[in-house]
């Protein structure tokens, strides 16, 4: 009972997390652009790395914000590829995605620590996360559902959601890592595709996420890598589900 206050934190980031990302999600399958997720966190990812391995022991704010142009930089330049070439838009994000890949390599090999800082964002050990990145998740959490609540799905432009979908993305990566933020945007969208509800289906990936915490602290496995799998696990089970047995708001 005495660690319930302290794993309420990692709770409310994963909640958070997933809040923010599930609305996203939804544009994310209408636009067929699934692989972005993974270039423009590549893209924070490269710029958080070079941060460090320029700055001696940069500010954090320093190396948020490095992550949020990084993150931005890379939705713009997919928003231009697919714009121009939409029915390769899969191939050049994958393209884009290995040039941002390749970077965050490259930035490692120059930061004695680069090795464990790409781990930690790739897979985040969300059980040490605290409350002011707990804030700065609920923040964008609120945003994209005030935009989910206000404008239907059809109505967002692309001068909307590229740069939206940056923001939340990158600031998300430092936190809990690239494998939550993909599982969290493209498991409740599934979900709703298959009828639930968004909130509905923002809830049970929440439930699956925090059955993989509790798991990783049992099992004193790391956090992230159990938060991932129970997400994709959860993902997976919509294969099992019956075509509009649920019913979508």
Excluded: K
């Amino acid at each position: 009972m005495d660690t319930l206050p302290w794993f309420a934190v990692p709770l409310l980031v994963l909640a958070a997390s997933i809040a923010a990302l599930a609305p996203l999600g939804v544009q994310v399958l209408a636009r067929g652009v699934v692989f972005i997720d993974l270039a423009v966190a590549q893209g924070a990812a490269a710029a958080a790395l070079w941060t460090s391995a320029l700055i001696d022991h940069p500010p954090v704010i320093a190396t948020h914000l490095a992550a949020a142009g990084g993150g931005l930089t890379v939705a713009l330049l997919v928003a231009g590829l697919v714009r121009v070439r939409p029915a390769q838009r899969e191939a050049l994000i994958g393209l884009v995605y290995v040039i941002g890949a390749a970077a965050a390599a490259l930035g490692a090999r120059f930061d004695p620590h680069g090795r464990d800082r790409l781990a930690q964002l790739l897979a985040a050990d969300v059980l040490w996360a605290d409350a002011a990145q707990a804030a700065v998740l609920g923040v964008l959490a609120l945003g994209t559902w005030t935009l989910h609540a206000r404008m239907p799905a059809a109505r967002w432009t692309d001068r909307l959601f590229y740069p939206a979908f940056a923001v939340v993305a990158s600031l998300a990566v430092p936190t809990v890592g690239l494998f939550i933020v993909f599982a969290a945007l493209i498991v409740p969208a599934l979900w709703q595709l298959a009828g639930l509800s968004l909130t509905c289906a923002s809830i049970a990936a929440f439930a699956a996420s925090a059955l993989g915490l509790a798991a990783s602290w049992m099992l004193d496995w790391p956090s992230g890598s159990c938060v991932a799998l129970a997400l994709g696990i959860c993902g997976v089970g919509v294969a099992l589900m019956p075509r509009g047995a649920g019913r979508r708001n």
